[in-house]
């Protein structure tokens, strides 16, 4: 039986105000809220559509939210979800970028969230093992995570080409003992067809007014550009990272290098996805052309095309995700890309804890090899004396992750005064 829409309202709630860390510490705060605490999605669904939502243009962790969302009660609620995920980092976004136009900086906020990555990263490990023994079944499986962690981490191979690899394998893989039943598609095409339809009105509307009305604003740029960033960027977060950072200082010229890597420590250190950093980009590039109103509106079309994609792809596919999950080899191939993505989760979390332990951390390029290399002198011993502390809380006394993540924050600060 679904949960009651206020429960899902005050659970989604939560997951949005702790979601800190970027999508691979929000993916295991997912799991442990919705799989291991209530059991509202089971093991097999969460994998299934979280391997989807790699596929899927945009963050995958808020799309992820919203199908948990959609799975318990319908679109009202993936609206809910997929919402409650975006908006409490989206307003702390806001504040944290005002700010930023206004003063130039905020350590306090660098000095008070590293206690939050460090809890961050404990918790994707404690995910990362919990996953990896129930997604990777027998050796090819551990081989394909192997694989596509060295593949990206060490060679910046795209992620669409480690799933589109480790898809084609699975499905080639299976063999005719596999087949399982088959399960009907809980939607017609004509209502999918519909859902399009409504989506990309809701989306493309807004834009088009905007057009028209501000034809050579910096908000009909922002629109287009973000528009266009929804849609060709698959691979995640990071993806979505490594795309628009070069554009926005090069081409565009709306933030510089320093800016963008601010930007993208906000985003990381905010509740919320890490795609976020979006809007802190629209609302300097909006500011710098009229001011804190224009800031406002252009961090508002930033978001408003950024995640209504996002849903509009959920609602769409949503209904399939059963259905693919159903035939034996694209069921091979979901397995397969769930392996992969086992992998590309180690490479963000490692890429993470590198940066949260480490204050500087270099990329090396050796040939075709690409190597991050921690400075050791850099090390953070606050971080580390943090991660232990947070390994011992979550783990050992198994405390609630908000609980933790205020003692931690608290000791950072207590930390940075020794």
Not at 309 to 333: E, M
Not at 360 to 377: C, F, H, L, Q, Y
Request: include cysteine; hydrophobic fraction near 60%.
């Amino acid at each position: 039986m679904s949960p009651p829409l206020a429960q899902i309202f005050a659970v989604f709630l939560k997951i949005g105000l702790l979601s800190f860390g970027g999508p691979a510490a929000q993916i295991a705060l997912m799991h442990r809220m919705l799989v291991d605490e209530r059991a509202w999605l089971t093991e097999k669904q969460f994998l299934n559509a979280l391997s989807f939502c790699m596929l899927l243009p945009g963050p995958e962790a808020m799309q992820l939210a919203t199908y948990a969302g959609w799975r318990l009660q319908g679109v009202l609620g993936g609206l809910i979800a997929g919402l409650l995920f975006v908006l409490p980092g989206a307003a702390v976004i806001f504040a944290l970028a005002l700010l930023y136009v206004t003063f130039g900086d905020v350590p306090l906020v660098g000095t008070l969230f590293l206690g939050v990555q460090a809890v961050a990263v404990v918790i994707v490990i404690d995910a990362l093992i919990k996953v990896s023994k129930r997604a990777l079944q027998g050796f090819a499986h551990w081989l394909l995570a192997g694989l596509a962690f060295v593949a990206i981490f060490f060679f910046a191979v795209p992620f669409p080409v480690i799933v589109l690899a480790a898809g084609l394998y699975g499905a080639l893989m299976v063999s005719n003992t596999d087949a399982i039943p088959a399960l009907p598609v809980s939607v017609t095409a004509g209502r999918s067809l519909s859902t399009i339809v409504i989506g990309l009105a809701v989306w493309g509307l807004p834009v088009l007014a905007v057009d028209l009305l501000f034809n050579g604003n910096i908000l009909t740029d922002i629109a287009l550009f973000f528009s266009k960033l929804a849609v060709v960027t698959f691979g995640g977060a990071y993806a979505v990272l490594a795309y628009m950072a070069q554009d926005v200082v090069v081409q565009y010229g709306w933030l510089t290098p320093t800016e963008m890597m601010d930007g993208l420590g906000l985003a990381e250190t905010t509740p919320g996805p890490l795609i976020l950093v979006t809007q802190f980009v629209g609302t300097l590039a909006a500011f710098r052309e009229g001011g804190y109103g224009l800031a406002i509106a252009g961090g508002a079309m930033t978001l408003w095309v950024t995640f209504v994609p996002c849903f509009l792809w959920i609602f769409v596919g949503a209904p399939y995700i059963d259905w693919i999950s159903a035939q034996p080899r694209l069921n091979g191939a979901l397995r397969a890309i769930t392996a992969a993505v086992v992998g590309v989760i180690l490479n963000l979390s490692l890429w993470f804890a590198l940066h949260v332990l480490f204050g500087t951390v270099t990329k090396t390029e050796a040939g075709v090899m690409r190597i991050w290399v921690p400075d050791v002198a850099t090390l953070n011993w606050q971080a580390i004396a943090l991660m232990a502390l947070s390994a011992v809380l979550l783990l050992q006394a198994r405390l609630a992750i908000g609980w933790v993540l205020g003692i931690s924050a608290a000791a950072a600060l207590v930390l940075a005064q020794i």
